[in-house]
C-alpha cells in the first residue's frame, strides 16, 4: 500500500487546477495550516480520508483502498454564491477528469464515486461563504 | 503467489481487481456480409452482399477470405483495390440490395476496385465489422455463464449406513449476460445501437468483449496485459427506464452464440 501515491493522485491535479486560475486560488492540504479565519482571502481546503485499506482473506489479505474526499470552498461573504460556484466548478472538473484516466502499467489508478454536493454555509463568525462537495474514492496501486 | 510478492519470507498483500477498470466492447449486428467474385462490380466499385445486413455510413470494416464451410481462413484473393487487415469505411449500403461501397478514409471517395478477385468455392469473400469498438458511458455489465446438469441417479441401490448420493453429469453450457447503459445525445453511439440491433433480423456479427480490466500500455489498450471474456453474442432485449428521477439509461441483455473465449492471464 501507497498512501502518499494515493493522496498524490487527487491533490496534485487539484493543485495544478487552482494554481493555474487567475488570481491563482490557495489550496490547504490535510495538516497544513489554513488561512486565519479573520481573512477574506478565498482558499481552498481538501480533505482526503481513507476508509478502508484492504480486506482480509481467509489466508492474507488483498489491497483494495477506499475513501472520501471533502472539498471545501472558502469564499468572501455577502457576495453572493457565484465565486464560490465557479471554484466548486474547477474542483467537480478534476474530480469528473480522473475518472477519464485508463488504467495504465504504474503509479495508481484512481476513480472516484458520485459527487455529493455542493451544499452551501455561512455561519455568523466567519468571514468566509463556505461550498462544499464530497465524493467516495476506490484507488488501486499498480506499482 | 508470484515472487515478487514475497518479502523476507512473508507474503505481502496483492492488489484486488476491483472492477474499477471494466469496460464493454462491442461491434454491431448485422455487420458481417460475405459475397463472391460474381458480387464484385468493377464499374461502379461496388460490392454485393446479403440484404437487410446493419452496415451504417462511417463503420470500420476489413476484408478477408473465409471458407464458407468452416468459416475459418479460405484461399483466394481479394478483389484487387481491397487489402486483408486493411481499415475501410463504408460509404453507402443499400439494405434491400445489399450493394456496398466503401473508402479507404471515413467519407472518402469509393475504393477503386479493379478486379472480380478469385474466390473457388468453398471459399468466398467476407466483409466484417473492423474491430471491436468501446460502447461509452457504461454504467455497469453482469456475465453469467452455467452449465446444465442431468440427474444420472439410478434407483435400487442397496442400502448402507447412509442415504444414496444423487449422481449427475454436465449438460450444456449456456450464458446470459446484461449492461446498462447511460444513453446520450450522439445518434452514432454504440450505445445507441445496441438498443436497434435487438430488433435487428439479422444479427450476424453481434459481439462483445467484456473487459474485466482494461490495462493500458504507453497510452494503447494492451490486449496482452488486459483481462477480458470475448463471444459472438444474440441481443434479447432492451429495457428503456425513463423517469423524473434519473439519468435516462437502458438496459441490454444479451446471450453467448457460441463458447466465450476467456482471456484472464496478463500475457499474450
Given at each position: 500500500m501507497n498512501y502518499q501515491a494515493i493522496r498524490a493522485a487527487v491533490?496534485?491535479?487539484?493543485?495544478?487546477?487552482?494554481?493555474?486560475?487567475?488570481?491563482?486560488?490557495?489550496?490547504?492540504?490535510?495538516?497544513?495550516?489554513?488561512?486565519?479565519?479573520?481573512?477574506?482571502?478565498?482558499?481552498?481546503?481538501?480533505?482526503?480520508?481513507?476508509?478502508?485499506?484492504?480486506?482480509?482473506?481467509?489466508?492474507?489479505?488483498?489491497?483494495?483502498?477506499?475513501?472520501?474526499?471533502?472539498?471545501?470552498?472558502?469564499?468572501?461573504?455577502?457576495?453572493?454564491?457565484?465565486?464560490?460556484?465557479?471554484?466548486l466548478t474547477t474542483a467537480v472538473n478534476v474530480l469528473e477528469t480522473l475518472n477519464?484516466?485508463?488504467?495504465?502499467?504504474?503509479?495508481?489508478?484512481?476513480?472516484?464515486?458520485?459527487?455529493?454536493?455542493?451544499?452551501?454555509?455561512?455561519?455568523?463568525?466567519?468571514?468566509?461563504?463556505?461550498g462544499r462537495i464530497d465524493t467516495s474514492y476506490v484507488a488501486t496501486v499498480l506499482s | 503467489m508470484p515472487a515478487h510478492n514475497v518479502v523476507f519470507g512473508k507474503p505481502m498483500a496483492t492488489t484486488v481487481l476491483s472492477g474499477t477498470s471494466g469496460a464493454l466492447?462491442?461491434?454491431?449486428?448485422?455487420?458481417?456480409?460475405?459475397?463472391?467474385?460474381?458480387?464484385?462490380?468493377?464499374?461502379?466499385?461496388?460490392?454485393?452482399?446479403?440484404?437487410?445486413?446493419?452496415?451504417?455510413?462511417?463503420?470500420?470494416?476489413?476484408?478477408?477470405?473465409?471458407?464458407s464451410q468452416t468459416g475459418g481462413s479460405g484461399s483466394g484473393t481479394l478483389p484487387a483495390g481491397l487489402s486483408a487487415g486493411t481499415t475501410y469505411y463504408v460509404i453507402a449500403y443499400t439494405a434491400n440490395t445489399g450493394a456496398l461501397q466503401v473508402s479507404a478514409t471515413a467519407g472518402g471517395a469509393a475504393v477503386d476496385i479493379t478486379d472480380d478477385g478469385t474466390a473457388a468455392a468453398p471459399n468466398e469473400f467476407q466483409v466484417a465489422y473492423a474491430d471491436f469498438a468501446v460502447v461509452g458511458q457504461v454504467r455497469d455489465w453482469s456475465f453469467e455463464i452455467s452449465r446444465a446438469e442431468i440427474d444420472v441417479t439410478t434407483i435400487g441401490q442397496t442400502p448402507g449406513q447412509y442415504v444414496p448420493f444423487r449422481s449427475y453429469i454436465s449438460?450444456?453450457?449456456?450464458?446470459?449476460?446484461?449492461?446498462?447503459?447511460?444513453?446520450?445525445?450522439?445518434?452514432?453511439?454504440?450505445?445507441?445501437?445496441?438498443?436497434?440491433?435487438?430488433?435487428?433480423?439479422?444479427?450476424?456479427?453481434?459481439?462483445?468483449?467484456?473487459?474485466?480490466?482494461?490495462?493500458?500500455?504507453?497510452?494503447?489498450?494492451?490486449?496482452?496485459?488486459?483481462?477480458?471474456?470475448?463471444?459472438?453474442?444474440?441481443?434479447?432485449?432492451?429495457?428503456?427506464?425513463?423517469?423524473?428521477?434519473?439519468?435516462?439509461?437502458?438496459?441490454?441483455?444479451f446471450r453467448p452464440a457460441g463458447t466465450p473465449s476467456f482471456d484472464f492471464s496478463t500475457s499474450a
Open positions: 491533490e496534485n491535479p487539484l493543485l495544478s487546477a487552482f494554481g493555474a486560475l487567475v488570481p491563482a486560488v490557495p489550496v490547504h492540504f490535510d495538516n497544513i495550516t489554513a488561512v486565519p479565519p479573520n481573512t477574506t482571502t478565498e482558499y481552498v481546503r481538501v480533505n482526503v480520508t481513507f476508509g478502508i485499506t484492504n480486506e482480509p482473506t481467509l489466508t492474507s489479505s488483498v489491497d483494495n483502498a477506499r475513501g472520501a474526499i471533502v472539498i471545501r470552498i472558502f469564499t468572501e461573504k455577502g457576495r453572493g454564491p457565484a465565486r464560490n460556484q465557479t471554484l477519464n484516466g485508463t488504467k495504465g502499467t504504474s503509479g495508481v489508478y484512481f476513480k472516484v464515486g458520485e459527487i455529493n454536493g455542493p451544499t452551501f454555509s455561512a455561519t455568523e463568525e466567519s468571514p468566509h461563504f463556505m | 466492447y462491442y461491434k454491431p449486428a448485422g455487420t458481417t456480409g460475405s459475397f463472391g467474385e460474381a458480387g464484385v462490380n468493377t464499374t461502379t466499385d461496388t460490392i454485393t452482399v446479403e440484404t437487410y445486413l446493419n452496415f451504417k455510413v462511417g463503420d470500420p470494416v476489413k476484408f478477408s477470405v473465409i471458407n449438460g450444456f453450457g449456456d450464458g446470459t449476460g446484461t449492461a446498462t447503459v447511460y444513453m446520450t445525445n450522439e445518434d452514432a453511439a454504440l450505445s445507441n445501437r445496441m438498443v436497434q440491433d435487438v430488433l435487428q433480423r439479422q444479427q450476424t456479427g453481434a459481439a462483445f468483449k467484456l473487459y474485466t480490466d482494461r490495462v493500458f500500455s504507453g497510452g494503447t489498450l494492451s490486449e496482452s496485459l488486459s483481462r477480458s471474456i470475448s463471444f459472438d453474442a444474440v441481443l434479447t432485449s432492451a429495457s428503456l427506464n425513463i423517469n423524473p428521477d434519473d439519468a435516462q439509461s437502458v438496459t441490454v441483455n
